[in-house]
């Protein structure tokens, strides 16, 4: 999930490309993802940690009440993170 129209279509076009089993669902934000999410187990999760609706590390934080919570995760941010920010 990206809030970046052009980041996400390109991200979505590389994993179509290299992955061509796999379903690509796309959210423009939190909120959406989270929607989706309620209907679909994600087998992987690109997950942005800037996002105006609701950032990164509160999809996590959602994620973890529900049956996603083992999903995997890779986070991608142009932000640089600290140290307390990496350990959650």
């Known amino acids: 999930m990206d809030d970046e129209p ?3 279509k390109t991200h979505s076009k590389l994993i179509r490309e290299h992955l061509p089993n796999c379903q690509v669902l ?3 934000g939190g909120h959406k993802a989270l929607e989706i ?9 690109l997950l942005d940690l800037l996002m105006p609706d609701i950032d990164g590390f509160g999809v996590l ?5 529900r049956e996603i919570a083992h999903s995997p ?13 990496l350990s959650g």
Do not use: F, H, W, Y
């Open 6 to 8: 052009e980041t996400l």
């Open 37 to 45: 999410m309620k209907q679909t187990r994600p087998n992987l999760l």
């Open 73 to 85: 995760v890779v986070i991608m941010t142009g932000q640089i993170l600290t140290e307390e920010m």
């Open 26 to 28: 796309e959210a423009d």
């Open 61 to 65: 934080e959602a994620m973890q009440s």
